[in-house]
């Protein structure tokens, strides 16, 4: 269901589609790749083995004989600017594109590293199309090795432990260094850069309600999105021919949280319901009026239920509440695990609002998919706080231009970045908007290094049709059901 889109070009306003086509055929590659794909955050060495093996440019040189010797990158070139974008989801990943889409003097084409812990792309729309059976995992996530063969792009896979940045803006305006900064990866490696994209994205914020992180499944990424195809498929089979319906509680009701409860319905039919709860008390609180008024109707009419106005304060197997005497919402007292066959959890709601009564929820499943963490916080120096202006849900703050202030050479955009609309709220982290993010996050890198002036960014609400035809047209003709379905 579309509940947002993307896409405008800062430059001249062409069609996304003809542009983005451009610089995706560049990087257009075969699917047969295989189901199987490594756990977030696995070891360095199997990416950089790759990169070496594919490319004799980068050079990797033990600089430390300590117990974990510390690496440095060599860049190909040490005269051409040095770009590292770290995360490669929507914004990370089509800003390194757009970069080598655009026309560069030959002293001025950027060098760009993409850093990532995953060795795949997640085109996390779609990934509620792996629920209903549209698509298969692989459709879905194809290597970066893969998308950027025919590129000019370095790619490695590791996880991002330190940021030293080197820009600090003085009192007088002037920076503290002629470089960017460093990086330093899990592996060791480090990274001196002139420009830096910070493009992390954000990882499930389960530590809110206790029990969250016990007993709920977040839904955020692809090895989340596999983990709750499988448990509904167990629940699928273990309630067939029976006469009990498969319970699931969404938690949140913002883009995630109302599609994955409109999705989720809908594969379960007449044998689920479906229950969304969310602490305000109107759905996509950050959406536009017509957005919220379509994606009601979506879930009426699958028969998701609403409850609108509640937090969830606690989670707990019911086992732990056989002898609370704790009643459901109807006023009935939980059966025992013996009766129920099977193990099912309890959500104790708590009124957001006035004139709300306290609920208790039974449910076979929980989506949780309320709250983010952005994990800039725990890469900053210990002994350097302050270094990264980060608000107080640990975004960094930037300028208009997706600058971080104070520091001219980091660019930060989507989830990693809390720039605000023209009414004071801050962006919602959807693919949509890290995607449009990324456009200008190349140009404004491009008039940087050009010393021309950067563009202010200005988020528009487009179809989901023309986001899909814009940010994947490397995907496209593989899966034209992509095309169906917007």
């Keep these: ?14 069609s996304n589609a003809n542009r983005w086509s451009q610089v995706s055929s ?25 990169a070496a093996a594919s490319s004799p440019s980068p050079v990797i040189e033990d600089i430390s004989q ?4 510390q690496r440095i990158y060599t860049w190909p070139d040490n005269k051409k600017p040095r770009v590292c974008i770290l995360g490669g989801g929507f914004g990370g990943l089509y800003t390194a594109l757009r970069l080598e889409s655009l026309i560069w003097a030959d002293d001025k084409k950027p060098q760009v590293l993409l850093v990532d812990q995953s060795e795949r792309f997640v085109f996390k729309p779609m990934l509620y199309e792996l629920l209903s059976g549209e698509v298969d995992a692989w459709e879905i996530a194809p290597r970066f090795s893969e998308l950027l063969a025919n590129t000019g792009i370095q790619f490695f896979q590791d996880r991002v432990k330190m940021l030293h940045p080197a820009d600090h803006l003085g009192m007088n305006g002037s920076t503290g260094s002629c470089s960017g900064g460093t990086v330093v990866l899990e592996s060791g ?14 990882e499930a914020k389960l530590d809110t309600a206790p029990g969250a992180a016990e007993f709920a499944f977040p839904f955020s ?51 689920g319901l479906v229950k969304a ?26 028969k998701v239920q609403l409850l609108l106005g509640y937090l969830v304060r606690c989670i707990r197997k019911e086992s732990d509440l056989e002898g609370s005497a704790m009643p459901t919402e109807a006023g009935v007292f ?27 929820l039974e449910a076979d499943l929980v989506l949780w998919t309320v709250g983010s963490k952005p994990p800039l916080p725990q890469l900053e120096p210990c002994d350097r706080p302050h270094e990264l202006p980060l608000n107080g849900r640990g975004q960094a703050e930037t300028d208009e231009t997706l600058r971080v202030k104070g520091h001219p050479r980091i660019f930060a955009l989507g989830d990693s970045s809390a720039l605000r609309d023209m009414n004071g709220r801050i962006l919602p982290a959807t693919a949509q ?26 988020f528009e609400i487009c179809s989901n049709f023309s986001f899909r035809l814009s940010c994947a047209p490397h995907l496209i003709p593989h899966f034209p059901s992509m095309l169906e379905k917007a």
């Design 1 to 14: 269901m579309a509940l947002a889109a993307s896409a405008l070009t800062p430059l001249n306003r062409i």
């Design 26 to 50: 560049r990087a257009s590659h075969s699917f047969n790749v295989s189901l199987l794909f490594e756990k977030r955050g696995i070891g360095f060495r199997n990416g950089i083995a790759a």
């Design 66 to 69: 300590k117990e974990i010797p």
């Design 189 to 202: 490696l480090l990274i001196e850069y002139d420009w830096l994209v910070l493009a992390l994205g954000s």
């Design 221 to 271: 990424t692809l090895e989340d999105a596999c983990k709750v195809d499988n448990k509904l498929k167990e629940l699928e089979r273990r309630k067939f021919g029976k006469d009990t319906l498969i319970r699931v509680a969404v938690v949140g009701c913002g883009y995630s949280g109302v599609e994955l409860a409109a999705t989720v319905s809908e594969r379960l039919q007449d044998r």
């Design 277 to 302: 709860i969310n602490v305000n008390t109107i759905i996509l609180p950050t959406a536009p009026p017509g957005n919220r008024e379509t994606a009601l109707k979506v879930l009426s009419s699958r």
């Design 334 to 360: 939980p059966k025992t695990l013996a009766e129920h066959g099977s193990e099912k959890y309890i959500l104790e709601l708590q009124p957001a609002e006035r004139g709300l009564q306290r609920q208790i």
């Design 433 to 458: 908007v890290a995607f449009q993010q990324a456009d200008f996050t190349g140009w404004n890198l491009w008039a940087a290094i050009n010393d021309r002036p950067l563009l202010p960014f200005r």
